[in-house]
């Protein structure tokens, strides 16, 4: 089945830099990868997400790209601000199973 | 539009005792999916229900089990709970058209269950 790996862990970075993390995923059969965000005490949400067909997706501060050839997609955050700090996890979604597998997720913490 | 409402909020069980959770879906979304999350482990897929069928099951042992309603909403059932089932159990709902589900997904604040 689908695994989906997601680095770093933890990533801290100051306020106003960029932040960059990154997904593999094993199943080629996957075309569709979005992001959540979760807030302390919060519930996920949807930040962005991107198909298969498509190689690069922005929105504002937000970022994603996707490599199909090597398997990978990748969240950017610039000029980042203290409401960023979150955990963010990637996801993979395959066609043949019919359900979305999660990266164990990326603390991110703005420095200020 | 109300989102997705998950019952109870926190809960403490013993080991061996069984838990029954429920979710409710957003207005109009026949799928609802649930996740287990604990530290370090991120979201896992637990099983995904439509229309009252199970569309798909994650890598959980038997004792997880769960069925929706015609309405939509969902229960999941933890049955001979263990230590290692306490953690936070989010529900999810999407809008689903056909065989296909690639919506964005709804989550549920969560049910926080401990187990002692």
């Not at chain 1, 992001?35 to 690069?56: A, M």
Request: hydrophobic residues 30%.
């Amino acid at each position: 089945g689908e695994n989906v790996e997601q680095h770093p862990s933890t990533l801290s970075v100051q306020e106003g830099d960029s932040a960059v993390i990154k997904c593999t995923y094993s199943d080629s059969a996957s075309n569709y990868f979005p992001w959540y965000k979760q807030e302390l005490g919060k519930r996920p949400q949807l930040i962005i997400d991107i198909r298969s067909n498509v190689g690069e997706k922005k929105d504002q501060r937000i970022a994603v790209t996707l490599n199909k050839t090597a398997k990978h997609f990748s969240l950017h955050i610039t000029e980042t601000q203290p409401e960023d700090s979150a955990v963010y996890f990637c996801a993979a979604f395959t066609f043949r199973d019919d359900k979305i597998i999660f990266g164990k997720g990326t603390r991110l913490h703005i420095l200020p | 539009k109300a989102g997705v409402t998950q019952t109870p909020r926190y809960l403490i069980k013993t080991r061996g005792q069984q838990v029954t959770l429920s979710c409710s879906p957003i207005s109009g979304h026949r799928s609802v999916s649930w996740y287990q999350q604990t530290p370090g482990q991120g979201l896992q897929f637990l099983f995904e229900y439509f229309s009252e069928t199970q569309r798909n099951k994650g890598n959980f042992p038997g004792r997880f089990s769960g069925r929706q309603f015609s309405n939509s909403r969902s229960e999941m059932n933890v049955s001979t709970l263990e230590l290692g089932d306490s953690a936070l159990y989010l529900c999810a709902s999407s809008y689903r058209t056909g065989d296909i589900n690639t919506g964005e997904l709804f989550f549920g604040e969560g049910s926080r269950l401990t187990v002692l």
